[in-house]
């Protein structure tokens, strides 16, 4: 079986209404259409399409697979406009892959530091790259127009313990750091000085900085980030954001849309709405372990987060989405006023053993079990798995709202980073399991939209099955009954 392009146009062509719908489907081979006909007696050619009510679980197209690193890979880049990735390991290397005529990824620089590498900040057009290391350093180097060399410029003493990870601003000439020692420092690239630093009380794990207003925002272990206002010498704290339940691993800014990502170890990510300055915020669970990376596409208003057991989720962000409600506080159930197990009092006049408190997702109210025993999902809240809601609000979830707005993927290996090239439809990752990995986006970020109500180039996944089922006769199906959410290919 192979892969096939189908393109259709339903409505009027000569008027130019109607839409062009272009899918990928499996050729089915002529010995599986025999065998087919043998057993059925007839030549299936298309069938109709299997509709699940969840996204069908796939996996980005794996392009190369670059190995040689002896330890956990901690940072991979693509460069742009070149094919080519830089790592950087706790192997204490630094290298640079270029892709050969071969069609294999070869290191054309290799470098070793005096301590392993843990982050990486390269800026490509002026080929700086800055390297975090285990030993609180920041090490800058300049590569070669041809990518074959690369020179130290400086080493910065920004933080007394690990790096774990920084953004260099060439409009402020600035290297922001956040290190294990629990401080966020900044320093001035020309005169290698320190201008400023700032402790937490827990280790600073990530960073994000807008480099036209020099906020910073630093995610740390306790589960909060906070937001600095960052000066020559001085600095004022915003904020303070809570809402995760535990540590911060990952930020992404959109300094457009002024929208702030965050994944945690509780699996979960939140946006929040900081241009807006409504304090909205956004909840999305759709892992199953630690959230490590994040990357945001404006133009087409997606969320790729990538999670420690190889999970890639795409969000579609452009969706009518609903804040999650925040859980309500009570000594006895709010639905049968049954008391909880710390309720002594209620318990004691009613004679009855207490009760286990639970939530409903939906509602916030405290609940039993017996109140809350039914599951489902609710995407426009952000839960794309099944949840806790109460037995009310399970009645008032129309089939239509468990519609997903997302969709999951395998990446096949444990990411502790991720860098995407919208405009080559590129992404690469790395982990711990040594293994960099470059794969073909543009397939995750085109069967998002079917569930965003616009179909642009479907890709159906087979569910372990011989051939992957047309779905031509659903999409002819939707078409007559008016759906006109369906982009026009050009």
């Known amino acids: 079986m192979r892969w096939e392009h189908c393109c259709s146009h339903y409505g009027n062509p000569d008027s130019g209404s109607g839409c062009q719908l272009i899918l990928l489907y499996w050729r089915v081979s002529e010995e599986e259409k025999q065998q087919k006909e043998n057993t059925t007696g007839r030549t299936v050619k298309t069938m109709a399409a299997e509709i699940h009510s969840r996204p069908q679980t796939a996996r980005p197209v794996l392009l190369n697979k670059i190995e040689g690193h002896s330890d956990a890979v901690n940072a991979a880049v693509l460069i742009p406009k070149e094919d080519g990735v830089i790592t950087v390991s706790e192997d204490r290397t630094i290298r640079v892959w270029l892709k050969r005529d071969s069609g294999q990824y070869w290191p054309s620089i290799y470098h070793t530091v005096s301590s392993p590498c843990s982050c990486m900040s390269y800026h490509h057009d002026s080929r700086r790259i800055f390297i975090g290391q285990d030993n609180g350093a920041v090490v800058e180097f300049l590569i070669s127009e041809d990518f074959n060399k690369m020179n130290h410029v400086k080493t910065y003493p920004a933080h007394q313990n690990r790096v774990s990870d920084m953004v260099f601003s060439l409009e402020s000439e600035w290297v922001v750091s956040t290190g294990h020692d629990k401080s966020v420092s900044w320093m001035c690239t020309q005169s290698g000085s320190m201008l400023g630093r700032h402790y937490f009380t ?63 170890s509780d699996h979960s990510v939140i946006m929040w709405d900081i241009g807006g300055r409504k ?40 969706a009518q989405r609903e804040e999650a409600p925040q859980w309500l506080d009570s ?121 965003s109500g616009c179909v642009k180039r479907t890709l159906i996944t087979p569910k372990r099955s011989k051939s992957l089922l047309f779905c031509q006769a659903y999409l002819r199906f939707r078409f007559l009954i008016g759906n006109q959410g369906a982009c026009r290919q050009s």
């Open 331 to 451: 000594d006895s159930c709010q639905k049968c006023e049954q008391p909880f197990f710390w309720n002594i009092k209620q318990m004691w006049d009613t004679k009855t053993l207490g009760l286990r408190q639970h939530h409903c997702r939906k509602c916030g109210k405290a609940v039993c079990g017996k109140c809350s025993s039914k599951r489902s999902t609710f995407p426009i809240m952000g839960f794309e798995f099944p949840v806790r809601v109460c037995d009310a609000c399970f009645d008032t979830i129309k089939e239509e709202d468990r519609t997903a707005l997302a969709t999951f993927h395998e990446g096949k290996h444990n990411i502790a980073h991720m860098d995407m090239d919208p405009s080559r439809g590129l992404m690469v990752t790395c982990g711990s399991d040594r293994i960099v990995k470059v794969n073909n986006s543009s397939l995750i970020q085109d069967n998002s939209c079917m569930y």
């Open 202 to 264: 827990a280790w600073a794990s990530c960073l994000q900085y807008d480099h036209e207003t020099q906020h910073a925002f630093v995610g740390d272990y306790s589960g909060q980030i906070t937001l600095l206002k960052l000066e020559n010498q001085t600095y004022s704290i915003i904020t303070t954001l809570k809402g995760h339940e535990g540590s911060i691993a990952t930020l992404w800014w959109d300094p457009v849309q002024r929208l702030l990502f965050s994944g945690a």
């Open 279 to 318: 304090g909205r915020t956004l909840l999305l669970q759709g892992h199953h372990e630690r959230v490590q990376a994040l990357r945001y596409l404006q133009l087409t208003r997606q969320l790729l987060s990538c999670s420690a057991d190889g999970g890639i989720a795409v969000w579609n962000m452009d």
